[in-house]
């Protein structure tokens, strides 16, 4: 339990994304992470969101954070810069 106060940030890993609509267990663990990251004061990240419907599960399971191929492939290091010149982020965060 000391795990998240040593770290800034805690992620929900994308198995349990995936696997979001299939089981309550799946939904479970989203809710268990973000409810850490609201009690810590820190941002929950849900990692490997592919579908509109992952997206809006996991914001309702009050999911500060989302990365994954919905919102953009993964890009070379070095196109970072110019896509961040380019990209509306505005919508990224998911917090109400």
Known sequence: MATP???????????????????????AIVRAAAGLGTSFGI????????????????????CTEAQGFLLSPPV????????LRTWDCSWATLAA
């Open 5 to 27: 106060r040593r770290h800034p940030a805690t992620a929900t890993k994308e198995s349990a994304i995936k696997d979001l609509s299939d089981t309550g267990s799946s939904r």
């Open 43 to 62: 941002a929950t990240t849900a990692e490997g969101v592919e579908t509109e419907s992952q997206l809006e599960r996991i914001k309702a399971e009050g």
């Open 76 to 83: 070379p290091a070095a196109d970072i810069p110019d896509l």
